[in-house]
C-alpha cells in the first residue's frame, strides 16, 4: 500500500457533491422536523457533525490525503411524503486532489448522527444510500451522477463569507 504522490499536480479547484438518504417513520420525521428530540435538534447536529467530518477524513480513511479545505456545507431536510431525511453535503477546495471523499464522509457523519439522536425513537431507520453525484475540478474535469444532477444552487463553488470589519 501507498499513498500516492501528488506533489507534482497543479492546485485547481475542486467541488464535490454527495447525498446520503435516511429512511424513517413519518412519527420520527414529525419529531426531527419540530426539533422535538430529547437529545435536541438532531438536523442541526447533522450539519455540524457532517462539517467536522469532512475536515476529518484523513483521520478516518487510511491513504486519504489530508488537504486544506476551503468550504464546506451540509444541507439536511426531511421529505415527509417519501419517509426520507436527504442529505446534501458539498466541499470545496484548492487543492491537488479532490474532495469526493471529504464529501461523502461529510453526507454519511450527517446521516449517523441523525441515526444516533432517534434511534430511541425508531430503531428501524436504515441508510439506504450515499453517493456522490457531481465533481469538478483536476485533470479529469467535470464529473456528474446521469441520474441525478446536482440542483443549481450547488453547482456554485463553495467560498467562505468575506468578514465584515466592526467599526470600534
Known amino acids: 500500500m501507498k499513498m500516492i504522490d501528488v506533489g507534482e499536480k497543479e492546485r485547481t479547484s475542486r467541488l464535490a457533491i454527495a447525498r446520503a438518504e ?13 426539533g422535538r428530540l430529547e437529545k ?5 447536529a447533522a450539519r455540524l457533525a457532517g462539517i467536522m467530518a469532512a475536515k476529518r477524513t484523513p483521520d478516518l480513511l487510511p491513504l486519504c490525503h489530508p488537504i486544506v479545505l476551503a468550504g464546506a456545507d451540509v444541507d439536511v431536510a ?6 426520507l431525511v436527504r442529505i446534501e453535503a ?6 491537488r486532489t479532490g474532495v469526493e471523499m471529504e464529501a461523502l464522509t461529510a453526507a454519511m457523519a450527517a ?15 436504515e441508510i439506504v444510500s450515499v453517493r456522490l453525484v457531481h465533481k469538478s475540478g483536476g485533470r479529469s474535469g467535470s464529473w456528474n451522477r446521469e441520474d441525478e444532477a446536482p440542483q443549481p444552487p450547488a453547482q456554485q463553488p463553495l467560498t467562505a ?3 465584515k470589519k466592526v467599526p470600534r
Open 22 to 34: 435516511l429512511r424513517c417513520s413519518r412519527d420520527t420525521l414529525k419529531l426531527l422536523n419540530e
Open 40 to 44: 435536541g435538534d438532531a438536523l442541526a
Open 78 to 83: 426531511c421529505d415527509e411524503r417519501a419517509g
Open 90 to 95: 458539498r466541499v470545496h477546495a484548492v487543492e
Open 111 to 125: 446521516a449517523l448522527t441523525i441515526y444516533d439522536m432517534a434511534k430511541r425513537h425508531d430503531r428501524g431507520m
Open 161 to 163: 463569507p468575506r468578514a
